[in-house]
């Protein structure tokens, strides 16, 4: 694991943005696990700028993200700020603007009438395409990766999640209060990939910023090994990690594995 510690968000996302480009280039029908949510915007942002002006090419490039609200979709007829799916957050914020081909982006259905036989589904279509080559990771308020919450084994597979209260409220903050729904309407299940799952990709990129993760950041990097920070499974990761903190991310930490950059 390696664990990069960088003044501000901006930096943080333009060397994410640089370590998911290296695998675009070195191999061009790569394969990208993507998550979403506030962290990695800037990173997409980024990637977007990459393939504008330095004429990154994603035509070859597959898509896996990592999860869904239960009962959202994407809702074309609906405006952005309506639609408050992780699809429509992927299509608006980085699909529409990469010459990304819509038959290689793979996103899980919050829509789907059975959602076991979707999670089936889902793994084995990350299995036919090769594995993921890169996984985009953030660090939940609780310490989760992707929706697996406390609790969740490490050798899940992809699967419908209950939502925890503080995953909950974190996310209504950020993306259905804007849109005028009431903490009532919210979603209370999802789909994710399980640990098992993103612990079967090639390469890890993990990014977290801003001081309200500084103290789960420290669970996760050097506390216990233990579902009850899913995200702690990193330090048993037996592949290439990244780990990219802003300093406020890194304030807690304690070893001396950090570099600064």
């Known amino acids: 694991m390696d664990i990069v510690i960088k003044t501000d968000v901006h930096s943080v996302s333009r060397l994410a943005a640089n370590i998911i480009a290296r695998v675009v280039r070195e191999k061009p029908n790569c394969v990208l696990g993507l998550a979403t949510g506030s962290t990695p915007i800037g ?85 036919d395409a090769g594995g993921i080559d890169l996984q985009l990771l953030g660090i939940g308020g609780d ?37 005028g729904m009431t903490w009532e309407e919210m979603p209370t299940k999802a789909l994710t990939m399980g640990i098992g799952t993103i612990m079967e990709a090639k390469e890890w990129l993990v990014i977290a910023t801003g001081s309200s993760k500084a103290e789960i950041v420290r669970q996760s990097l050097e506390g216990e090994v233990s579902t009850r920070v899913t995200a702690s499974v990193i330090q048993i990761y037996p592949r290439k990690a990244t780990v990219i903190l802003d300093k406020k991310a890194a304030a807690n930490l304690q070893g001396d594995s950090s570099s600064n950059h």
């Open 143 to 179: 310490g989760h990766l992707a929706f697996n919450e406390p609790g969740t084994p490490f050798d899940s597979r992809t699967h419908v999640q209950l939502l925890t209260d503080q995953t909950r409220k974190d996310n209504y903050k950020a993306f259905f209060h804007p849109a």
């Open 43 to 127: 990173t997409y942002r980024e990637l977007i700028r990459m393939h504008k002006e330095e004429g990154l090419d994603f035509s070859q490039v597959s898509t896996f993200n990592l999860d869904e609200y239960l009962g959202v979709g994407l809702a074309l007829d609906k405006p952005y700020k309506e639609d408050q799916s992780y699809a429509r957050f992927m299509v608006e914020e980085l699909f529409h603007q990469l010459n990304i081909k819509q038959e290689n982006i793979h996103l899980p259905d919050g829509l789907t009438k059975d959602p076991d036989e979707f999670c089936k589904a889902y793994e084995q279509a990350i299995r």
